[in-house]
C-alpha cells in the first residue's frame, strides 16, 4: 500500500508540474537593434548579478564563441526565469561582493520546480544579417508578449521600427524597455522618448505610450496590453528599473490559453532536431494541442513525397527534468524510435501527430500587406514569389492569385486579371503554392511572408488538400 501511495504522489507532482509549465508559463520574445543590449538585460535577469559594463552578463548566456567575441547573437536561445508566489525573482542566494564570479546559479530544471510562475526570455538576435532568424524566432515561438529594447542613448534605428513592425504584424502586445539609462543625458533620453512615442501611435502600431514608475502602474496596465504600450527604464550596470520590468513581466498574464486545447488531438510542432549519444534522436518543440505519454504510438512527418513515420515516444523531458507526460503549452524534447536511415528523413519544421494526416502545398490566406517598413515602392502580384512562415514552418512559395477586398486598393493596368497587384496598405485573399514539398497545415494558423523583410501578414482561410496515403 505503501508503495502505491508513493507512486500516486509522484503522479500527481509530475501531472502538477507538466500543467504549472503550461499555465502558468509565460514565453515572452526579447528584440531590439544590435546595440540594445538585450543578452545583457537577459543575463543580468536570469542570474541576479549586474553587468560589468563590458558583456559579462551577455557572456553568462551565449551560445557560440563568435557571439561572445563580437557581441552579436546570431541564433535563437530561451532562458528562464522563475518568480514565487510574491513575484520574486527565484534565481539563487545574493553573491557576495567579493567573489561575484563563484556565485552558484540555480539549474533551469531547479528554477522550473521551485517557482509558482514562469517565465521564458527569449533571446532573438538584432543585426540586419540575422533579421530571417528573428522573423522565424516571432513566428514559430508562439509568444505572448515582446520585450523591444532600445538603447537610451541613440534614437530608434530602421531595425528597431523592423521589429516593432514584426510584432504588431504578429498580434503581439509590446513592452519598450529603454536600456543603458545609466549616464544618458536627460535631453536624449527625452528625443529618443518623443521618437517611440511617434513610431507607438502611429497607424502601423495604434498604442497608447505609458511609462511605468511604480509597480502600481504595472498592476495597472497588465489587462490593458491590447491598447497601451508600457515604457520602463532599465539599467543593467547599476539595477535602475529592473525591479519594475521584474514586477511587470510577474504581474502579466498569459495570452494564449494552450491549456484549453488538451482534449484535442496530439499535435506536436517540431523546431529543432538534434541526435544524443545513448538515446537517440530528439525532436523539441512546442505541444501545441493535445497529449502525450512515454510509449505512446505517435506520427512524424511530413517526409518530401508528404507520408508519416510511425514511431514510439521513448522518453519526454521537460525544463531538462524527465517526465511522462506532456499537455498543450509545454515547450519539450522528445526522444523517437528511429532507425538510421528514419533518422536522416527528420528536419525542422515537421509535426508529431497521434495519426497520420492530410498535407498540401496550396492554401490560401487573408493577408495585409505591412507599411512603414521601407518597402512602401513594393508590388506584389501573380507568381510573386517569397519567403513563407507558417507558425514553425518556413518554406518558398509561389503566389497563384489574388483576390481584391477593396477594388479600390488594388491596382490594374490593364482588365486582365493577371494583372492585380498589391501594394503597402493593401489587404487580399491571397492563394500559395509551396515550391518544394507538402506541409501540415490547418485553417486559422498565422501566416508572414518575407523577402529581405516582412512583406505581410494574415491566416489561413482554407487549404487544398492533396492527399498521400504512403505510410512508411
Known sequence: MARNSASENALDDETFFTQKMSINHTRVAVIGSVDAGKSTLIGTLTTGILDNGRGQSRNSIAKYKHEIETGRTSTISSHLLGFNASGKPIISSPPSSNHATNHKLKLEDEIAADADKLVSLIDLAGHEKYLKTTIHGVSSGMVDYALVLVNAKHPPTHMTLQHIGLVSACGIPIVIVLTKIDGCPKHVLKNTKEELNAIIRSAQVQKQPFIIKKEADADL?????????????????????????????????????????????????????????GVGIIVAGLVNAGKTRVMDKVWVGPLNDGSFLNTVVKSIHLARTSVGTVVSGNTACLALSLNKGQRKLLRKGMVVLDKPAEVSSVFEAMMFVTKGSGVDGTTIGNNYQTMVHILHMKQAATIEHIQPIQESMICHSTSSESSVVIRPGNRAKIRFRFTKRNE????????????GCVRASGTVTAVDVEKNEGEH
Do not use: C, Q, W
Open 221 to 277: 496596465v497588465k489587462d490593458k496590453m491590447h491598447a497601451i504600450t508600457p515604457f520602463v527604464h532599465v539599467s543593467s550596470v547599476t539595477a535602475d528599473g529592473l525591479s519594475l520590468l521584474n514586477h511587470l513581466l510577474f504581474s502579466l498574464p498569459k495570452r494564449r490559453r494552450h491549456y484549453d486545447k488538451v482534449g484535442r488531438s496530439f499535435e506536436f510542432l517540431v523546431d529543432d532536431t538534434f541526435f544524443v549519444t
Open 440 to 451: 501540415f497545415i490547418r485553417v486559422g494558423m498565422r501566416v508572414l511572408f518575407r523577402d
